[in-house]
């Protein structure tokens, strides 16, 4: 059956069967193989991708429950502020190492930023837990800090100048 | 490609644990195609010289080319697994080459056991902690060698003497007059030259880019999606298997009716392993069953269960271009069989997702 998706801004007709997950649709019909594979049950966010802005598993997602969401995955993501804004810190931080997860990591935390400037330990922390990753601890030495697009209060500086150095 | 020239030098290389193997490396030049410099280096046991010297059987561990853009790229049997191979052997090169690291790039080589073996272990392996151990020489050497035939090629189109030039961010300085040649414009006449025997490497007091941290070059492409991994490798006429293993240790394949699974579209064959099943489908895509294609299945285990019953999970995929289902049938195993049990709940996920 054909599938009218919006996709990273762009119209694109797929015609696949109506339970397969959008994650093989993005990476097997549109070749957008940015997106992973990592367990197929929504348990590590290798898969997250924005449906409408919200972070999303594209593993668990049939492609019939779409509809007329916008999609925008890793490939486009740095067209959205937030995105380009989280690939920066990314960067500063030297985050990926393997880099399998970070198509998640990445989506994740735009998500969080677009809606929400100046997260908290904690809000960070939430949406951060549903990733699993062996970079696990790069997060914690000083991700975080980083994200906020506002100047840390004085006292906490030290804890970003210790994650990017 | 053919070899134009080469030359060797001896060297001592330490390996771990004290023991110490004397090792010869050569440079040769290689006709590139579409241009530029092109160099071959090869690393052998010292029992091997003579096959390394043998132009037939100069089998290259790495190669540098300059291109006629200036881009340098490394070709190296190196992967990057995250452990920074493809930032630090590009360091290497760029600190005897006297570029800047963002004028390094890597390319991964094929699969070439013979071609591209790893110096200290023989076979085309990334592992052991050997990728800097192994090619710290040989890329060294190429990119020393690179640079003084560089600066030969720039000295004899000034006509002055090379000992007046410097090699410096990807260019050639002429000292007393300030000119400058790129790298990209010499490359073709470097690649004309001998190879020059022996050519130091910088001292460890000379380095600028060694010692230091940099930046990961693999970074950007991971945040954006156009990091290539292998399960996003694409073949003409790739088959993919899925493979569904017991899920207890110790498990043994007793039986597979494997009738149904046949019988869907583009599987093309079903494979008992000792203690697993793949079934492999043509087709651009994932890989895939659906719930009623999956092989009816057996697997015993002699190996006891943590609680009594250990639940794992499969999703079995499946997708083709002309058709496909998706099957989420978690397992319930038990000593001595399998059956289907409930449905797993996905891991808690935070409000603002879904």
């Known amino acids: 059956m054909a599938y009218r998706l919006k996709i990273n801004g762009l119209d694109r007709v797929v015609d696949v069967d109506g339970d397969i997950p959008l994650l093989w649709v993005l990476r097997d019909v549109l070749g957008l193989t940015g997106t992973k594979f990592g367990c197929g049950m929504a348990l590590c966010g290798a898969c997250t991708i924005h449906l409408n802005g919200t972070a999303i598993r594209s593993c668990i997602t049939p492609i019939d429950s779409v509809g007329a969401a916008a999609i925008t995955t890793i490939e486009a993501i740095g067209d959205i502020p937030a995105g380009r804004e989280i690939q920066r810190a990314w960067l500063d931080l030297d985050v990926p190492q393997c880099g399998y997860c970070q198509s998640g990591q990445v989506m994740s935390a735009s998500a969080l930023l677009a809606g929400n400037a100046n997260p908290s330990d904690e809000e960070i922390d939430n949406a951060m837990s549903g990733i699993f990753a062996a970079a696990e601890p790069i997060r914690e030495s000083g991700q975080r800090s980083s994200w906020r697009r506002k100047p840390l209060p004085p006292e906490r500086s030290g804890v970003e100048h210790a994650g990017s150095s | ?354």
């Not at chain 2, 414009?185 to 000379?206: G, I, M, Q, R, S």
């Not at chain 2, 003409?236 to 110790?250: D, E, F």
Request: aromatic letters at 4%; charged letters at 20%.
């Open chain 2, 1 to 354: 490609m053919l070899d134009r020239a080469d030359c060797g030098n001896d060297t001592e290389t330490s390996l771990g644990g004290g023991s110490s193997v004397s090792r010869r490396s050569v440079v040769k030049t290689i006709v590139a195609l579409g241009g530029g410099l092109l160099l071959g280096v090869s690393v052998n046991d010292m029992g091997d010289v003579a096959a390394a010297e043998s132009t037939s059987e100069f089998a290259p561990n790495a190669y540098v080319r300059i291109g006629r853009d200036g881009r340098v790229n490394l070709i190296v049997p190196q992967v990057e697994m995250g452990q920074g191979t493809y930032t630090s052997l590009p360091m290497l090169i760029a600190e005897e080459l006297e570029v800047r690291l963002d004028q390094v790039s890597i390319e991964p080589a094929p699969a070439n056991d013979r071609l591209y073996s790893n110096p200290l272990l023989g076979l085309q392996v990334t592992g052991g902690s050997t990728s800097i151990r192994g090619f710290w020489e040989p890329v060294s050497k190429a990119g020393a060698t690179a640079r003084a035939m560089l600066l030969e090629a720039a000295a004899a189109t000034w006509q002055v003497h090379a000992d007046s030039c410097r090699a410096k961010g990807g260019e050639i300085i002429h000292l007393p007059t300030g000119r400058r040649l790129s790298y990209a414009e010499l490359a073709d006449k470097a690649a004309e030259l001998p190879v020059p025997e022996n050519v130091p490497l910088k001292k460890p007091e000379e380095y600028r880019l060694i010692g230091t941290s940099a930046k990961r070059l693999d970074g950007p492409d991971k945040v954006n999606g156009r990091a290539i991994f292998g399960i996003d490798v694409q073949i003409p006429g790739m088959k993919i298997a899925t493979v569904a293993a017991c899920p207890i240790l110790g498990g043994k394949l007793v039986q597979v009716n494997d009738t149904r699974a046949r019988n869907i579209k583009h599987v093309r064959q079903v494979v008992r392993l000792e203690n697993a099943i793949t079934w492999a489908r043509q087709g651009r895509g994932s890989p895939l069953s659906t719930s009623s294609g999956t092989p009816d299945r057996t697997l015993s285990s002699r190996a006891p269960t943590l609680s009594g019953n250990l639940r794992t999970h499969r999703n079995r995929r499946a997708w083709s271009q002309e058709e496909g289902a998706i099957s989420a049938r978690p397992w319930l195993v038990q000593p001595g069989g399998s059956r289907p049990c409930m449905k797993c709940l996905c891991s808690p996920m935070p409000p603002w997702s879904r």
